[in-house]
């Protein structure tokens, strides 16, 4: 997310000599990222983006923070001159209590929804235009100014980082608020007027008479916003279950800027100044008076959060030494405390966290972390290891070799690759008539689609053809069929009794051409590694199957690789003329082009056979005849040939 705030509005609480490109520029090597710097009359805006885990610097005050402990590593003087967030306490206006109070009843249904509730009630308010300070500044965060008493809540929530909502006390029903879930179904008109109806599970405000009159940290409700015939406000300043904030937001599809502060987890101590600041900005600019007391549900207030830390150990992980004294004054400028153990100021020593860094603090790599940062990255020198070769084992290295070289084969045949997950749903499985009892189930699948591991690569192989048929027309001409043919090498993974699975290589390859391509692709293979399918050691002719139109067959990629040779065979040139002869046979169930070959290799004078073409069931075949030893005659090869 991205704020924007302005560069004089962080001079009241920082006293620095940086100029704002300076501050562009120093904090954004070792902290937020100032993405912009705009001049706006006598004035800079910056825009900053804040990382997810450090909503703590969404604010001017944070942006202050990291500027005292930045600043000062590049030479710049920078010290917070006001912190409100201890100088705002609850203490500061106990004593202003009135003594007739109006009656606020307030019930929280469960803890968990929000940790830290606070309000109070303020009356006598004047309505009135926005201080032309606070509305060009909230103007150039790009917050649209609306009155004093809404723009000082939003001011608020830019100023300290913490949202705060403001009711019409009067508007809230027997002055009741309850906090609860909602029900499925439940309506709330929100401040944009527009109607929500909400899934059940949200955080909202009910009030005495059973209407909702706040949809929790996303926007109030339309039925109890500020009016011009406001005279009391309740000044409301709470936090809430992030997760269930996030939840909210995204089923409704209301993204507000509340809800991109509590959805990422907020400070409840934060709570404190908050309102207290605002109490103080309602009497100053909207001449409120206190009309209530403070109410404050805080049933488990956070605790210390302390870690300790070896000094050697920033050494030992950033590589460098940094000076011990500059380790103590980053932490104190961001906000830590730091408690020496047994006076030894040298070794070990107890950090103690700010509570609005408690979120993303909590082992000692985090303080180097932070150390590291802000000393910059940009002055530690950059150090390559040593460059190592280790040796990778026999079968590893043959998988690698290998794979490379079939799948640059397959790629000039035609073919394209596709990588699919392991996992398989069972809806694939019972379509191929395979039993998803015996195959292993992930216990913690993210989906049913990828839920069974597979034993073989054909499944997700021909859902790729068939999830590709008709997207690649561009790519065919009219009347062409449209050609698909994939193939993966990957594991598929066999179950074993107590034990891991055998996880075995493959090679799996689709087509939605015809059953000769793809015994084509399988040829081209067993060339392309010199392997004789004829050796009576090989045994791995694999089958073809076909479904739905789709042609399919796996290799043991293992058996490829145990028979290959990398050298063809020699063969010597045989001197003697060879004879061609061609002859068409009617193919059936008792003759096919196997049995043909079967019987035309019983010649010893036959060296090969080549397919010329096929026609229905008419296959035109080419005999060459040649001895090693001498010319034979054309009638010797007939005479062979007639023996078929």
Known sequence: MNIKIT????????????????????????????????KIDKDYVFDIEITSNRIDTASVIGIAQEAQAILPMFGKKAKLKLNPLTKYKFDSIVGNYPRVVPSLKIKIVD???????????????????????????????????????????????????????????????????????????????TLDEKEVILSGGDIVIEDGSGRLIDLCGIMGGLNSA?????????????????????????????????????????DPERVEPTLVYGVELLEKYAQGKIASKLYDIYPNPQHEKTIKIEYKIFDKLIGIRIDKEKINNILTNLGFKIDHLNNDRTKMVKIIM?????????????????????????????????????????????????????????KHLGLN????????????????????????????????????????????????????????????????????????????????KNDL????????????????????IIEAIYKEL???????????????????????TEIDFQLLIDNCQLVPKYQSINPYAVIKLDKTFALSPH???????????????????????????????????SSSSRNITEEEAKGELGKI
């Open 7 to 38: 560069y004089n509005w962080l001079l009241e609480y920082l006293d620095t000599d940086a100029t704002p490109y300076e501050m562009q520029k120093y904090l954004s090597l070792c902290g937020p990222s100032i993405e912009k710097v705009d």
């Open 111 to 189: 803890a968990t929804l929000c940790p830290r509730f606070t309000a109070i009630v303020l009356g006598d308010i004047n309505i009135a235009p926005t201080p032309d300070f606070m509305k060009n500044r909230l103007i150039a965060a790009g917050i649209k100014s609306i009155n004093n008493v809404v723009d000082i809540s939003n001011y608020l929530m830019l100023a300290l980082g913490q949202p705060v909502h403001v009711f019409d006390y009067d508007e809230i029903k027997k002055q009741t608020m309850i906090m609860r879930e909602s029900k499925k179904g439940e309506k709330i008109i």
């Open 226 to 266: 500020i009016s011009e015939k406001t005279k009391n406000v309740v000044l409301f300043v709470q936090t809430y279950d992030k997760v269930r904030i996030r939840r909210t937001s995204m089923s409704t599809g209301i993204r507000t800027v509340a809800a991109a502060f509590f959805e990422k987890g907020l």
């Open 354 to 410: 700010p509570s609005w860094r408690a979120n993303d603090i909590s082992i000692p790599e985090d303080i180097v972390e932070e150390i590291t940062r802000v000393y910059g990255y940009q002055n530690i020198p950059s150090v390559l290891q040593s460059i190592v070769y280790v040796d990778q084992p026999k079968d590893m290295e043959d998988i690698f070799v290998f794979q490379n070289k079939i799948k640059l084969l397959l």
């Open 417 to 496: 690759e596709v990588i699919n997950y392991s996992m398989v749903s069972k809806e694939q499985l019972e379509a191929f008539d395979l039993d998803p009892k015996k195959h292993l189930r992930l216990s913690n699948s993210l989906s049913k689609d990828i839920e069974y591991l597979r034993t073989c690569l054909t499944i997700s192989l021909f859902k790729n053809i068939k999830d590709n048929i008709g997207k690649t027309r561009h790519n065919t001409a009219p009347g062409e069929k449209e050609i698909l043919r994939f193939f993966e090498i990957g594991k598929i993974y066999i179950p074993r």
């Open 501 to 520: 699975p055998n996880e075995v290589y493959k090679i799996g390859i689709v087509t939605n051409t015809d059953y000769f391509d793809l015994k084509g």
């Open 530 to 552: 010199n392997i004789d399918v004829r050796n009576k050691n090989f045994c791995s002719v694999p089958e073809i199957i076909e479904k739905g139109g789709v042609f399919m």
């Open 591 to 625: 003759t096919t082009a196997s049995v043909v070959r079967q019987k035309a290799f019983q010649s010893k004078l036959l060296q090969k056979i080549e397919v010329v073409s096929l026609f229905k069931n008419k296959l035109s075949l080419r005999f060459y005849y």
